[in-house]
């Protein structure tokens, strides 16, 4: 079965220290993947997607990801990171002939501290 | 506003009661999904619907059940033989995902359940 792999689960950073959110999936054939937040007491929404082309996706709030095929890796990155940017961060993936289900990691808590 | 809305935000019931979430949207579209988070296992599929008077198991459908009578509705009931039913429940909706397509899903804003 499919699964995604997120291996950090708890990350704290100071304000402007860069971010780098791991995120591996299992699955050898055509994917969509997904980087998704959860800001405190908000909705789940969405930060950036990967369905085909450019492998380096830019997001909101300056967030981008790198899809790397040869790593089954979809990493998640900022620069420099905001005390706003404290969220848990899900990132999920689907297979190509099932796009009804979305495979989700098990999430990182990211706290960044001023 | 488009949006989806779950009621309530927060739901208590007593062990052995069948409890039922309400999950709306308006943003016109086909399919719909119920969630379950728990902290640190991130979040599981339990039942989604793609149109309709049709619905699938997810990943964890035991002591669930869902109904689609209407494209803005997707209720998700919590039975009895759920065995730990205390949780966070989102549901999600998306434009319908045609063969070799994808979309994102939209999420609601969640009902925690506590069952005592």
């Known amino acids: 079965a499919q699964s995604v792999s997120q291996h950090n689960h708890h990350v704290i950073l100071s304000e402007a220290a860069s971010l780098e959110l791991g995120c591996n999936y299992s699955?050898?054939?055509?994917?969509?993947l997904f980087w998704y937040v959860q800001y405190p007491g908000q909705h789940l929404q969405l930060l950036l997607k990967?369905?085909?082309?450019?492998?380096l996706v830019k997001g909101i709030k300056g967030f981008e990801a790198e899809f790397i095929k040869s790593k089954f890796s979809f990493n998640l990155r900022k620069p420099s990171v905001q005390w706003s940017d404290t969220a848990e961060y899900f990132c999920?993936?689907?297979?190509?002939?099932?796009?009804?289900?979305?495979?989700f990691g098990t999430g990182t808590r990211l706290q960044v501290f001023p | 506003d488009g949006g989806i809305t779950q009621s309530p935000k927060y739901l208590f019931r007593k062990e052995g009661q069948n409890v039922t979430l309400s999950c709306e949207q308006n943003?016109?579209?086909?399919?719909m999904y119920w969630y379950r988070q728990d902290p640190g296992q991130g979040l599981r599929l339990i039942y989604y619907?793609?149109?309709?008077?049709?619905?699938q198991k997810g990943d964890i459908a035991e002591g669930y059940s869902v109904s689609r009578e209407k494209k803005e509705s997707f209720p998700l009931t919590v039975t009895s033989a759920q065995k730990n039913p205390t949780a966070f429940y989102l549901c999600?909706?998306?434009?319908?995902?045609?063969?070799?397509?994808?979309?994102?899903?939209?999420f609601g804003p969640g009902t925690r359940l506590t069952v005592t």
């Open positions: 999600a909706s998306s434009i319908y995902p045609l063969a070799g397509d994808s979309y994102e899903q939209y």
């Open positions: 699955y050898g054939g055509t994917v969509n």
């Open positions: 990967y369905f085909s082309g450019d492998p």
């Open positions: 999920a993936v689907n297979v190509s002939y099932n796009t009804d289900k979305l495979i």
């Open positions: 943003l016109n579209h086909d399919a």
């Open positions: 619907s793609q149109i309709v008077n049709d619905f």
